[in-house]
């Protein structure tokens, strides 16, 4: 016995029937007849050429139907949807004479040549001084913090050297807001939002003050307080991350983005395509970020990959693409601050590749110089580098002189030995936080292995040293 249409309706759990009508089946008719569905199907235009199927929104457009009509002067499919056709057979090849462009507001003696940047530098000084202190601040604690990592009193380290520009210059273009997702050289993003110099050190001692309690690598930072999720050694995981971010952001409606920071190194990784791809298909506001700076660990870019760059990959993806000078700090900025407002505007990923040398080894496990010339690096250095460019910036302006340079950069060391001397001092975190925050309050399972610790180290005292631990053997077993 046959039902009739508004009777098998009716059937339907309230909820479900609100869905139907936007989502109508042709083939199951008792869902929807097919007349209803023809109705509601979007019209195609008149005329042979065919309009561009809108994808990448995770909106209404995304579901547009896909058609070919006869007579089309252009493919009209899912995989490609605005593709003329040709009776040329003809490849298309790299063209190394015609990669994309690296976009420049200042010269590398800090003189502007762009002036359609729409900056306005003098409004801009008090930002710009806190640009240059930032990066002034990173590079001396680079210095002073390897130096530690030789002597035996930290475990590892990785400089920021030749690339202080592209943090600091992307930091100062986003809000607290924005969502950060770093990989290992982007100290200069937290040392401008505000990150203090003690919460560097603490990190890299790995004291009691740690924010990560003590858990992680030196140079594996993190701040809730500064939207700045944790650093992970593991290469490119942060990439999916932050397009999932960007999702939620968008979800949520707020006036914000994600940002994720990666070598061209880590875009060999398989969750940089992912990432790339995920963000541009659902239309994520994220901010990919790469420091292209010539080298992956042991591997020089030419050995990485064939083709242009990384920018070049973006396009691939559909996504919003632009090379800048990575040691022009105020192209950086500008760039970093157009980007933010295409993501949030128009909801969609961006991705900047920044270019800019590695003239530091690529952490303290690497001597570069296997693998590359020493003079290659030292002409790099003398070349060009982004502090420098920035301070001849300030100094034609008479923002900034040698003598306050001087100041800044005494000042600046003495503060870091300092909060190195008491950092170093400090306790490591209690034994018991181990086992915390894996569950909101520790198991009965970690209670008992707890105890069982506990009673190990009062047995056999001298083979452990607890006193460095806060709470000695006492601090074993978590007070939650």
Known sequence: MS?????????????????????????????????????????????????????????????RPVKQRPGSDRLVFPGAVNSKFTNRLQFRKYDPE???????????????????????????????????????SVSIMDQIMYDSQRQGRISFYIVNAGEEGIAVGSAAALTEEDAIYAQYREAGVLMYRGYKMDEFINQCFANKKDHGKGRNMPIHYTSKSLNFHPISSTLCTQLP?????GYALKMEGKQACAVTYFGEGAASEGDFHAALNIAATRGCPTIFICRNNGYAISTPTLDQYKGDGIASRGLGYGIDTIRVDGNDTWAVYKVTKEAREIAIAQQKPVLIEAMSYRVSHHSTSDDSFA???????????????????????????????????????????????????VAEREKKPPISSLWEDIYDVPTNDQRRQMEELRDVLHRYPQEYDVAQYDGGEDGVVSKR
Request: hydrophobic share 30%; glycine share 6%.
């Open 3 to 63: 039902l009739s249409a508004p009777l098998r309706r009716s059937l339907l759990p309230r909820s479900y029937r609100s869905i139907v009508p936007r989502y109508p089946c042709l083939t199951r008719r008792c869902l929807s007849s097919s007349a209803a569905a023809a109705a509601e199907a979007p019209r195609e235009p008149e005329g042979t050429k065919e309009v561009p199927m809108t994808v990448g929104d995770g909106g209404p457009g995304t579901s």
């Open 98 to 136: 015609r990669a994309i462009d690296t976009y420049r507001v200042m010269d590398t003696e800090g003189k502007i040549f762009d002036e359609s940047h729409g900056l306005d530098f003098d409004k801009l000084k008090d930002q710009c001084l806190k640009m240059y202190r930032s990066m002034v």
């Open 371 to 421: 693998y590359r010339a020493r003079v290659e690096v030292e002409d790099w250095k003398r070349r060009d580098n982004p502090i420098t460019r920035l301070r001849k910036f300030m100094e034609l302006r008479s923002w900034w002189d040698q003598d306050r340079d001087s100041q800044l950069r005494s000042q600046t060391k003495s503060e870091i030995l300092k909060t190195i001397n």
């Open 241 to 245: 991350h932050a397009s999932g971010a």
